[in-house]
């Protein structure tokens, strides 16, 4: 007899079965394609797209915060101006949608008058001008600037 030569398997026995029928993926050339999805990539696009929307429902919900916030101090710079003008020295009757303007003196009181701040003459303005204001139907007061 020749000498046999002691062979060895360059495979891993890890990675070999001694019943390949109980495997649940195809073993040989004939066997049914087990073809890897793409899920990572599906994955990735879906999250992508779903970052990309919410991105741009939270920019909108910004653009809606933010007008709300100029709203409130829109309200609030009429609610001042409002009481300015109700402890105002006023001597006339006020009429609705008419433009009036606010001043102050140097005693620290409030006057409101029909004279706008470029109307007075070559002398200017006496008093500290703060506002231009139009009376609403409502009586509170709109600022005009």
Known sequence: MKNKKNIENPIDEDNITENPGTLTYGHHRGSFPVIPTKQGA?????????????????????????????????????????????????????????????YENDDNNFLLMMIGPSEWGRKGCPLHFISTVKLLADHTWEVVK
């Open 42 to 102: 599906i994955k990735s696009k879906a999250i992508s797209a779903m970052e990309h929307q919410t991105d741009i429902q939270l920019d909108q919900i910004k653009q809606q915060m933010s007008l709300l916030a100029e709203q409130a101090n829109k309200i609030k710079k009429r609610v001042e101006i409002s009481e300015m003008i109700y402890h105002a020295e006023i001597r006339f009757d006020p009429l609705i949608s008419h433009v009036y303007h606010l």
